[in-house]
């Protein structure tokens, strides 16, 4: 039987006594493995593969459920922490690459489409970018005339500069 020691939850930083090798209070376990079992409902039942599908099955925080899967050497081996496909979202996304396995297929046979893509959003983007500092050029303008009116007395509304 180890003898107890006063600690410092690991979680939630409240003291208690633990047993040897245990950092989290009772309270901060039991919660640890609800949120664990959810965790491994939601991998064996919904087929959750994803810490973003299981934040949504669970309704535990996305960032929480990686934590969790990585402190658990169990859901560490079977889900893939990488971030989600960027196509799909369906899939984690393969070590080095935006895209998962089935997606980097598909790109690479229409790797030519994707060129085509990419520069035309490419040309899309910076499009945006000049309308964007017409559109800003625009409002500074129709600023500038109203302050104008205003200094001329024609401001309709009863707080002119002039009553302050
Ligand atoms: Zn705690
Ligand atoms: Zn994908």
Redesign the pocket.
């Known amino acids: 039987m180890p003898d107890d020691i006063a600690g410092y ?6 003291l ?1 006594l633990h047993g040897e090798g245990e950092t ?6 039991v919660e640890l493995d609800d949120s664990v079992t959810l965790i491994y409902d939601a991998v064996d039942l919904h087929g959750c593969k994803t810490p973003e599908s299981i934040a949504e099955a669970t309704g535990i925080p996305a960032e929480r459920v990686r934590e969790l899967i990585r402190e658990n050497q169990l859901l560490r081996n079977t889900i893939d922490l990488s971030e989600p496909c960027r196509r799909c979202g369906e899939a984690s996304a393969q070590t080095g690459s935006e895209f998962c396995l089935d997606c980097r297929a598909e790109l690479n046979l229409a790797l030519g489409d994707a060129l085509q893509h990419a520069m035309t959003s490419l040309q899309a983007h910076q499009l945006s970018e000049r309308q964007k500092d017409a559109a800003a050029e625009i409002a500074e303008k129709f600023r500038r005339r109203r302050e104008r009116r205003r200094a001329r007395g024609l401001d309709p509304s009863p707080h002119n500069r002039w009553s302050r």
């Open positions: 939850c690991a979680h939630c930083g409240n208690f989290l209070c009772r309270k901060c376990r």
